[in-house]
């Protein structure tokens, strides 16, 4: 009789996935961060815990890099945190530091195991487009990096190592990009652990998604997916870290624009399948990351809270309910300034605004302000005929009172300006613009519609005129925007497809602007980069906002044929 098969016991591990929401530059506090989320996990018998890319230290940390005593702060910090972690026992953890070894710089990520540095990977890959400049600041790795747990060989990769071919020029110029999952694999990683900064923009997961299935068919290996949380100055992160099995298919996937902990247990090196978070209409994903970058820019930066100037209009009516859903109504306040141009329905629509969300509200009247700088300027202005000096007066006007009010109370000002008006001036330097985050700089016109009726959809909170009435600036009797600028069905899809996806004039026009459209559109992106340049920063929530990922010159002479 033949010998009964010999039954091997299953291998089983539990890996904690840590979606955590660092602030750069806090060492101590990001590392007690880490330590408290392993004492979660732990407790729900996990093996190894997975952190964001440069968890440490907060992602991006910009040219703190730069600086010699910032390498050996996050070298003390990460040796206090391996230690804390040997002391608390029974758990690895993976964390994400920068390095800094024989004078090269590395964006790393260490195991942490029995209270030492374990092992330390190097992250092949750097980035350098859209919002990245790592180039500038790291030096890439070669080595793979496979470690044992639980009878489970575990392979790490950092963020743009899995991103397959499309930035492989911008790697170590050998095909690093490529290899570094099938380096992993070659060592005889199993699983690949993946830690990653991957900044939020419309619909990004679905890209994640292919370039990391992209990398699961090429290894055959199954793929976590460990997504920083949180707002970084004009950055949000979103986390929605995943877990692919080795076929591709999606068995763990956590919460969107939340900081949290998920476990996934792994049998003989194959996902179990866990829970997975239900996808966001682009309506809702827009607003929580919106919500997400005014609430930790305000108290990463610990401001008491914030001022912003209501007008009566939609800009103003969208931010303040966002300020209101991120920081609590307590931590709001909005001012009305009319002038003799504010409408009696602007004052009136705010009123009732504020006294739905229950903000602080004050109405401050600027005419006798005006009044006092055209007298000042009578001499000056002699003879002269009214044009955009006054309109811009009273814009500055406002502004002088929103920033005394700041410095009184120590609230920073919210700016209310939108993408389409940002593009092509439509904002007045020192006056609207004046204040210290823009909370929809990123959003088109349209899509302030769009998310302000999704906002109504929860809870009525902006009054229907506001939603219906042609948009206005109010600075002229009968004034709308649509004296000055072309309807924003035609100036935003102009502004999106010359800014965001770089196509030149005249294949815009070949889609069927006119072509004086196009050409005024382009010139104004281009004559207002000066504007743009003092503007506060604001939220990116496109793959291309004014920013990071616009670098044009203010002093150019360069034009493109429109024809």
């Not at 990009?177 to 070659?186: H, K, V, Y």
Request: net charge negative; hydrophobic share 40%.
């Amino acid at each position: 009789m033949a010998n009964p098969p010999v039954r091997t016991k299953p291998r089983s591990c539990t890996i904690a996935i840590a979606q955590l929401n660092c602030v750069v530059g806090d060492l101590a506090g990001n590392a007690e961060k880490i330590l408290h989320y392993a004492e979660k996990a732990k407790a729900a018998k996990a093996d190894l815990m997975l952190t964001p890319e440069l968890a440490l230290c907060g992602y991006p940390p910009e040219d703190l890099l730069l600086r010699e005593g910032f390498y050996r702060d996050c070298a003390v910090a990460l040796e206090s945190l391996a230690k804390n972690l040997g002391e608390l026992g029974g758990i690895d953890v993976v964390v994400g530091h920068p390095h800094q070894a024989e004078g090269k710089r590395y964006n790393a990520a260490s195991l942490l195991r029995d209270g030492k540095v374990f092992t330390t990977y190097y992250k092949h890959a750097l980035p350098n487009d859209t919002v990245f400049d790592e180039q500038r600041y790291f030096t890439p790795g070669s080595a793979a990096c496979v470690f044992d747990l639980c009878g489970t060989r575990f392979g790490i990769n950092i963020c743009e190592d899995t991103w397959g071919t499309s930035a492989s020029a911008a790697s170590d110029g050998d095909g690093a990009l490529q290899a570094a999952p099938q380096r992993a694999r070659s060592a005889g990683a199993e699983v690949l652990l993946v830690l990653n900064a991957s900044p939020y923009h419309v619909r990004k997961q679905g890209s994640r998604y292919d370039a990391m299935r992209e990398r699961v068919a090429e290894t055959g290996m199954p793929l976590v997916y460990a997504n920083m949380v949180g707002g970084q100055d004009e950055l949000v992160f979103d986390g929605a870290s995943f877990v692919l099995e080795a076929q591709g298919q999606v068995v763990c996937q956590l919460n969107s624009f939340e900081e949290s902990l998920a476990m996934v247990t792994f049998v003989d090196a194959a996902p179990q399948d866990c829970e997975v978070a239900e996808e966001l209409s682009v309506e809702a994903e827009i607003y929580a990351a919106l919500c997400m970058g005014v609430r930790d820019y305000i108290g990463k930066n610990r401001f008491p809270g914030v001022l912003l100037g209501l007008s009566g209009g939609v800009d103003s009516a969208l931010t303040l309910a966002i300020a209101c859903d991120a920081l609590g109504a307590d931590k709001v306040r909005a001012v009305m300034m009319p002038s003799q141009y504010t409408a009696d329905i602007s004052v009136e629509d705010s009123r009732e605004m504020v006294r739905r969300l229950g903000v602080r509200y004050d109405e401050i009247p600027i005419k006798p302000v005006f009044d006092a700088f055209l007298e000042s300027l009578s001499k000056d202005f002699a003879g002269l005929s009214v044009d955009a000096t006054e309109e811009n007066l009273q814009a500055r006007t406002r502004g002088t009172i929103m920033m005394a009010l700041s410095n009184k109370f120590g609230s920073i000002v919210l700016t209310t300006g939108n993408k389409s008006e940002m593009a092509v001036g439509y904002a007045t330097l020192y006056g609207d613009m004046a204040g210290g985050f823009s909370v929809v700089k990123d959003l088109a016109k349209v899509w302030v519609y769009r998310l302000c009726h999704y906002r109504n959809s929860l809870s009525e909170v902006i009054p229907e005129r506001i939603l219906t009435r042609a948009p206005s600036a109010e600075l002229r009797p009968n004034q709308t925007d649509q004296d000055s600028l072309p309807a924003y069905e035609v100036l935003d899809p102009i502004i999106a497809a010359y800014m965001e996806n770089n196509m030149s004039p005249a294949d815009i026009v070949a889609q069927g602007f006119r072509v004086e459209d196009v050409k005024r559109i382009v010139e104004l992106i281009h004559r207002n980069e000066y504007k743009r340049r003092q503007a506060p920063i604001g939220i990116r929530i496109t793959h291309r906002g004014f920013g990071k990922d616009w670098r044009y010159p203010i002093t150019s002479r360069y034009r493109e044929r429109y024809e």
